[in-house]
């Protein structure tokens, strides 16, 4: 292991109290993991990604954190879920893989999860093009990842989970099963009326949390 | 000064819009629209790409179990087994497919295109010229078709299709060549705006919008087979034993008649009544994508389905099952194998 310069430490302390405003003796522990890392988040994750490079069976806590983000990115690239979820195993069983070659050099981990999920939808829209002369899914050239929109769907995905049991189930049923309100006032024994009121509740709250900033 | 135009409340509006989203359709214009309406769709329109819990939990397994073994140890083939274990639907598919047998199925393919704005996506010539295999995109659903022949007779299906206008469609499938058997009307019992017609190739389509949205149709897919059956009440529990389908949906008359009935499997809906009039059965062959082909082919053939084909894996990557219900209609249940 490279040894910490007092240089590069210090540098990164200086950078991290200009940022944060709290003094940098508070973080020594995490001095090993963060170095050359930009921000306390940064250093988290890099901590992460070596755990799991030392020892695989610690990649999960590494897939919970970026799943919404790299599901996400490449759902609304593909517009088909059978494909997202094709695409989104490859690019984790790909970065699970490999994951000793990821180098920290300054580029956040989720930069490298999405470099392997735009290749992963610039091959699958390649071989479309090959396959059908006449494609309706022809290789975007928008491809780059958008990051604030990226981070956007990511955060309303994780709000999902936190709604109360039943408007999370009617949003799951409606958006992901697309099932008709008819179906699912049938399977939560309630009336259609009262199905079409948890929705609107599920979705003005998700609307007040995004609006509101807190996750 | 007239009073304002009551509002209808914020839940059914949003509900008509979010409806329009899933199946593409344009909303009616609403009369007096509630500001609410746009930003709750624009948070909708996200939720369109929510992730299946089931996938986010069945991939972290997987990766779980990968990491504990060799990691370095036959990775690709290994991460290719295991999506192949998790995605079984061929991408563009949903759960049920009709596939059409007809004479002439390039002109089919050609009235597909003129009348329903159908895209064609594969096509696979015989040496003959005519077409083993061919696939039609319309709305959210495919078409599969193919040229009869000595061993394969044709098997036109009857086709409930939704569309933005059932009017305009419906004249442009005049135009294309099909015959008016009644022009859309508002008095179609099913609510919807709903015409029928027949097509040259002995197929028959029910155009239909949808109206109000809410309560919308059961599981709106662009198509959905519609099965004229005899005895058809001992349809639907055959398909709940032999598929897992589901009822969504059934109306009886007081004697146990079927008048109508949605059945779900998977992601998509067929519809079936009784036999009545000139709607009289037409056995059909029906494509329909499943977790586990060979549990599902044996399961069918348990509760009284016929084989027609035991399990193979095809050269176009799927492994597939043919049986025959007890009504005559065939079943392929396929399993998407990866590419």
């Given amino acids: ?215 | 000064m007239p009073k304002h135009l009551p509002k209808r409340p914020l839940a059914d509006q949003l509900e008509e819009v979010v409806q329009a989203m899933l199946v593409s359709l344009q909303p009616r214009p609403e009369k007096s629209p509630h500001r609410d309406v746009a930003p709750l769709l624009s948070i909708a329109r996200e939720l369109r790409f929510l992730p299946r819990e089931e996938f986010r939990a069945t991939l972290k397994s997987d990766l779980q179990r990968r990491a504990s073994m060799s990691v370095n140890e036959g990775t690709e083939s290994a991460a290719a087994a295991t999506a192949k274990a998790v995605h079984y639907m061929r991408p563009g598919f949903t759960s049920i497919t009709p596939y059409i047998i007809v004479n002439g199925a390039s002109q089919f393919i050609d009235f597909l295109k003129h009348a329903f704005d159908g895209v064609e996506r594969l096509r696979v010539p015989a040496p003959d010229g005519t077409l083993m295999h061919s696939e039609v995109a319309i709305g959210n659903g495919i078409i599969e078709a193919g040229d009869a022949n000595a061993q394969i007779p044709p098997a036109p299906t009857d086709i409930h299709l939704y569309v933005n206008n059932a009017d305009a469609t419906f004249d442009r499938a005049l135009a294309a060549g099909a015959t008016s058997i009644y022009r859309p009307t508002d008095e179609h019992p099913s609510g919807d705006r709903w015409g029928a017609l027949k097509d040259p190739f002995g197929n028959r389509w029910y155009i239909a919008t949808p109206r109000g949205w809410t309560p919308g149709p059961e599981g709106l897919r662009s198509i959905q087979p519609y099965l004229h059956l005899r005895e058809a009440h001992k349809m639907i529990p055959f398909l709940e034993a032999a598929f897992g389908a589901e009822d969504v949906g059934t109306h009886k008359t007081p004697e146990g008649r079927v008048l109508h009935s949605t059945m779900r499997i998977g992601n998509a809906t067929l519809e079936i009544d009784e036999a009545h009039g000139e709607y009289q059965p037409k056995p059909c062959v029906l494509h329909v994508y499943v977790p586990n082909a060979d549990a599902m082919y044996a399961q069918a053939l348990r509760v009284g389905a016929t084989s027609v084909e035991p399990p193979t894996d095809k050269p176009y990557g799927d492994r597939s099952a043919g049986v025959k219900d007890p009504f005559g209609n065939t079943w392929y249940l396929n399993t998407f194998l990866g590419r």
Wanted: charged share 30%; glycine share 6%; no cysteine.
């Fill in chain 1, 1 to 215: 292991m490279a040894s910490v310069t007092f240089f590069g430490v210090s540098s990164y302390y200086s950078r991290a109290m200009k940022a944060t405003g709290r003094p940098g003796k508070k973080k020594t522990h995490k001095r090993a993991a963060s170095r050359n890392a930009k921000t306390p988040a940064q250093a988290e994750e890099r901590f992460l990604v070596e755990a799991a490079q030392s020892d695989p069976a610690r990649f999960a806590a590494l897939y919970e954190l970026h799943f919404e983000r790299v599901y996400g990115f490449i759902a609304g690239r593909v517009h088909d879920r059978a494909t997202a979820e094709d695409l989104t195993s490859g690019v984790f069983y790909k970065a699970l893989a490999n994951l000793k070659s990821y180098e920290w050099r300054g580029v956040p981990f989720v930069a490298w999860l999405l470099r392997i999920a735009t290749n992963a939808v610039i091959d699958r829209s390649q071989r479309a093009s090959r396959e059908h002369a006449l494609t309706d899914d022809p290789p975007d050239p928008g491809i780059k990842p958008d990051m604030r929109a990226i981070e956007y769907r990511a955060r309303l995905f994780r709000l999902v989970k936190q709604l109360p049991e039943t408007q999370r189930r009617v949003v799951q049923e409606r958006f992901v099963d697309q099932r008709s309100i008819r179906e699912i006032a049938t399977r939560l024994g309630k009336s259609e009326g009262a199905v079409k009121q948890l929705q609107l509740r599920a979705l003005e709250r998700l609307r007040a949390q995004m609006e509101g900033g807190h996750a």
